[in-house]
């Protein structure tokens, strides 16, 4: 079957540094993309790779390597509101977001 | 400029009833997919809407259905509503094949009882 697997759970302490993996197992793949969502609001786009290496932007990056089908969302210089989960998933030719991972809980404590 | 918007926020309904949850796009979007997210579980993908026709669907019933207006606004409808149905969802709005440009709306909480 088609699926995004992400570790459940992540916590860290403010100022630290966090890698957050995704490996997938899906049809149709043309990207990967990181969404950010706080408890009762929206996901949130953070970031989209359709080519293999690295995008910055600001204190997240992503990666992509499509040949071993895995990409990650790298968060630096943590700050306390970064505590949220997130969500990596596969966007499909007409460039959407088809399916999700179960997401990431990251808790950053001070 | 508003993002996407979503309504109601929140609604219940009792089983076998049918609802209906409205979105509008950001402005400029032609590109309007709807998700339904359980407690704890990520979005899961029902279908999408371009140019007024459905052009991908997720692996959901056909009680769930939908339509899109020529101002790219739309609607979801899902029929003889199930216990089951009780979740957030999701209004998203993109550029057609522009995989970094989805916005989401805060969503419709639907409760059924």
């Known amino acids: 079957g088609q699926s995004l697997e992400q570790p459940s759970e992540v916590t860290a302490v403010e100022g630290a540094i966090v890698q957050i993996n995704c490996t997938y197992q899906?049809?149709?793949?043309?990207?990967l993309s990181w969404y950010q969502q706080h408890d009762g609001g929206a996901p949130t786009f953070l970031s989209y790779?359709?080519?293999?290496g690295l995008e910055e932007t600001g204190r997240f990056s992503s990666f992509l390597s499509r040949s071993d089908s895995y990409g990650y969302l790298l968060l630096q210089e943590l700050q306390m509101k970064d505590s949220a989960s997130y969500f990596c998933?596969?966007?499909?030719?007409?460039?959407?977001?088809?399916?999700f991972g179960k997401g990431t809980t990251l808790s950053v404590s001070s | 400029d508003a993002g996407v918007t979503q309504s109601p926020t929140h609604l219940i309904k009792t089983r076998g009833q049918q609802v209906t949850l409205r979105c509008s796009p950001k402005s400029g979007h032609d590109t309007v997919s709807w998700y339904q997210q359980a407690l704890g579980q990520g979005p899961q993908f029902i279908f999408q809407?371009?140019?007024?026709?459905?052009?991908q669907r997720g692996n959901f019933p056909d009680r769930f259905s939908g339509h899109q207006f020529p101002n790219y606004s739309s609607e979801l409808n899902v029929n003889a509503l199930l216990l089951g149905d009780s979740a957030l969802y999701l209004c998203?709005?993109?550029?057609?094949?522009?995989?970094?440009?989805?916005?989401f709306g805060e969503g419709s909480w639907l409760t059924v009882v």
């Open positions: 998203a709005s993109s550029l057609r094949f522009s995989g970094n440009t989805i916005y």
């Open positions: 998933a596969s966007i499909g030719q007409a460039g959407t977001a088809l399916i």
């Open positions: 790779n359709a080519l293999d």
């Open positions: 809407y371009y140019e007024e026709e459905e052009r």
């Open positions: 899906t049809s149709g793949f043309y990207g």
